[in-house]
Structure formats: C-alpha cells, structure tokens
C-alpha cells in the first residue's frame, strides 16, 4: 500500500477541515478507496498510487483556493472536486478571476463550462451561452461587461430582454412603462447592485453609461463601444434576433444568454435563439457554450428540479 502525505502551509487546517470535518468528510467520500487521516496540518492517505496522486492534485487545487478566498462551501468542494483533472490548472492559476464585488469578495467563474464562457468572452466579440436557469450565464456576463467597463475597453453597457410576458399581463401593472418594466427588468439590476456600488451606479444609469431596456429599444440602433447582453433570448422571434445581432458597432461585445427550455412564446413562433445557434454556428468570431446541470450554482435543490422536469420532457 502506498502512502502520501500532505502538509498544508499558510492556512488555516481545522477552518479548511471545516465545522466538525465536515469538508474533510466530503473529501473522503469522493475517495472511498483511499485510507486517510487528518492531524494538525497533515493529511496522510493510504492506497493505489494512481488515485494517490489525483486526490493529491484535488487537495492543492482546495488549498490554493482556500488561501485566496479564505473560505470554501460545501458547493464548491463538490464543484471542485468533479471539475476535469485538465482544467484543475485553470482553477489553481486563478484563472476563473473576473472582478472582486462591492463588499470585496471575489466574482469568478465556479465551473468549468462558466471558466469557457468567460475565455470566450475574451477570444470573440460576439458569444452565445445556453443553459437552463441558475448555471451564471447572465451573472457571469455581467461581470465580464463590468471589467470591461472598469478596464475602460468599453464606454457603456446595454443589458435587454425581450417584453415577452411569461403568462402575466404587463398591461395590467400601474405606473408608466418603466414602472411596468423595472420589475421584469429586475435581475439585471440585481446582478450590477453586486459589482457596482449604488451611488456609482444610479450615475451610470442616469447618464446611460449603463442602459437597461427593453428589446425594442434597440431598434433603429448602432451599439458601438458597448458591451451588449441580450437575455432570456430564447423568447425572441426570428425577426428580433436578426434585428438584435445586426446593431452591432465597431468596439463592440455582443453576449447573448437564454434556455431553450424556457420559451414563453406563443407556440406558431419559432424561437429565434433556436434558429440562430444552427444558422451561426459555423461563423468565424462567434462563440457558443452549452451550460447544463453540473453548472447549477443556486442551491443544490435546483439542480435537482431541473433533473426531474428534463426526466419527464425526455418521456415524452
């Protein structure tokens, strides 16, 4: 039997051993073969030398992470722990970094699908990510359009969404049309409360160095210098799409997010994200990343919802 030994420097070993061991628990389930004993700031581990040396890998990447943030969740462990041992490096290097919150904390991608959104980003000006709900697709763009804004690569930003009413009738909401729309319009402003203090960022809006609106606003319009999200665009017609994409300027970030699983239209109407992600797909510039369940970043119940509707759409 082998033996490996690991000593963990310059953190905390009981708070990354977590309340009563229970991150040290979690690791152990992960590694039902391995023997392994925690002392002071020791880890010994018993077993194949081949599962010794991925469980090795495993706990550096957890330390390393722990030393940045200074905090690890049960989420994230198992997050961690089931992220491809090629894309450990990724996550050790920090690479998944993005910007650090109003309170301070760090916003960075937390899986290896959001870690490919964020590099797309990058490489392309214009990016298509899909996934059901809660896998950070808009949260993560965001913060991407955010840095941009902050690393002054862009002068504004344009967040939208198609008025599509989901079931509620909007007509039937008091106020004007912003007082109609600001609450369909809320998780956007959410997302940015996180990244951009509120007095800044009420002066963003007001001057339209940030603009929030509704899709149809868009028409007519040539977005350059603009880090532009379209979201929930899986309830866009073909005509909405194609009007959205060709507004693109010079300088410009297009993202656009939605979950095919999700179309509020009226069944005659074809989704245009549908139709665009098979028309595009072959486009030089244009990235595509496809979230599913694994990337689930609320609470574990949700993944497990989206299990048990995808179940009963795959029966019939």
Do not use: C, W
């Amino acid at each position: 039997m082998n033996e490996l030994e690991i000593i963990l420097s310059d953190i905390n070993p009981q708070e990354f051993f977590g309340n009563q061991n229970s991150n040290l628990e979690l690791l152990k389930s992960y590694y039902p073969k391995l023997k392994i004993i925690a002392r002071g700031n020791k880890i010994k581990a018993f077993g194949e030398a081949v599962v010794l040396e991925e469980f090795e890998k495993r706990v550096d990447m957890l330390s390393v992470r722990f030393a940045n943030e200074n905090y690890l969740d049960v989420d994230e462990i198992e997050r961690l722990l089931m992220t491809d041992s090629d894309e450990l490096l990724k996550f050790k290097n920090n690479e998944s970094f993005i910007i650090h919150d109003v309170r301070g904390k760090v916003i960075k991608a937390k899986t290896v699908n959001q870690l490919k959104l964020v590099n797309l980003i990058t490489q392309n000006d214009m990016v298509f990510a899909i996934g059901p709900a809660g896998t950070g697709k808009t949260y993560t763009g965001i913060a991407m359009a955010v840095k941009a804004l902050k690393e002054k690569k862009v002068k504004r930003i344009i967040l939208t969404r198609p008025a599509v009413e989901a079931g509620e009738n909007l007509g039937f909401l008091p106020g004007d049309l912003k007082e109609k729309l600001d609450p369909y319009m809320q998780p956007l402003y959410d997302a940015l409360k996180d990244m951009i203090p509120a007095d800044k960022l009420k002066s963003y809006i007001e001057k339209e160095i940030i603009q929030i609106a509704p899709l149809a606003f868009m028409r007519g319009r040539t977005l350059d210098n603009a880090f532009v999200i379209l979201d929930e665009a899986q309830n866009t017609s073909h005509s909405q799409m194609k009007m959205f994409l060709t507004r693109m300027g010079s300088n410009a970030k297009f993202m656009i997010t939605g979950d095919p699983g999700q179309i509020d239209l009226p069944k005659k109407i074809i989704s245009g994200l549908k139709e665009a992600l098979i028309i595009l797909k072959k486009i030089s510039g244009i990235g595509m990343v496809f979230l599913d369940d694994s990337d689930v970043i609320r609470h574990k119940i949700v993944k497990r919802v989206i299990n048990a509707y995808k179940n009963i759409e795959d029966q019939n």
